[in-house]
């Protein structure tokens, strides 16, 4: 009765929810950036959690992310997860004041091994965003921005944060939500995926080189006409309520029909039509003998929801 669980949450908790996933105190986490709850039945909520720094990523960050989402991929209670940012801002990217001896001060006896020792460290802040798109529930993440006690207009950068929304699989955000690719402007090139997983994200080669090379900032309107975001909320309340319905949306139906469809959409990605369809024969050559399938037509005979299946964990 997993319908009944997660609308019972949803009505009954929604406002504590609200509460909890945007407060400045956050709940209880064994990590310094990042705070972790469970709005609701099979859903696991991540946040972002150094507000009073506009969650900028420090060197911690950078290793707790990857940590949080093995230790998350290990749940077999965990079907969705949602990754917000705490306080007015989803993140101001990379806190090059703590991060600046790695970056700007590589180690190494001459160029070569400066060289060497700043491709790994590069490589491994790669690996904090990709292991988002490798890992095998959906994700959804919210952005947003309001204007409470921040000084300045607030968004989300990258300095990495457009970086971790492309990993995502669903993105949603507020109306005065802003992106901005900011690198150009201090002198670098984004190097940890925004890069790569924009354009195929947005599709319009154009409109990325525009943002990546101008550094502007794009408004909501534009991110949801440009397919960034999917969705566009008046506040942030109604943002995650919004999130935590389709999360349970997800969280209702098939894992193994969940699983299969994120990791061939990616698939799908990187590949031709002709590469993408015999993986997925061979995908769907055992996938298809899962139980979910006979339950769930059983369910459509009968006409009712998904969500009334008591599926097997993975």
Known sequence: MLSVIVRSALTKCNQSVVRAMSSSGGPASAYTTLAISHPAESITHVELHRPEKLNAMNKAFWSEMVDCFNEIAGDPDCRVVVVSGAGKIFTAGIDLMDMASDVLQPQGDDTARISWN?????????????????????????????????????????????????????????????????????????????????????????????????????????????????????????????????????????????????INLIYARDHSVAEGLDYMATWNMSMLQTQDVMKSAQAAMEKKSPKTIAFSKL
């Open 118 to 262: 700043l491709r790994q460290k590069i490589t491994k802040y790669q690996e904090t965003f990709s292991v988002i798109e490798k890992f095998l529930v959906s994700e959804y993440c919210f952005t947003f921005k309001t204007l409470t006690h921040c000084h300045v207009d607030c968004g989300c950068y990258a300095l990495e944060g457009v970086d971790l929304i492309t990993a995502c699989d669903i993105r949603l955000c507020t109306q005065d939500t802003w992106f901005q690719v900011k690198e150009v402007d201090i002198g670098l090139a984004a190097d940890v995926g925004t890069l790569q997983r924009l354009p195929k994200v947005i599709g319009s080669r154009s409109l990325v080189n525009e943002l990546a090379l101008t550094a502007r900032k794009m408004y909501a309107d534009e991110a949801k006409s440009s397919g960034l975001v999917s969705r566009v909320f008046p506040d942030k309340e109604a943002m995650i309520t919004g999130a935590l319905e389709m999360a349970g949306e997800i969280a209702g139906r098939s894992p193994v029909a969940v699983q299969g469809t994120k």
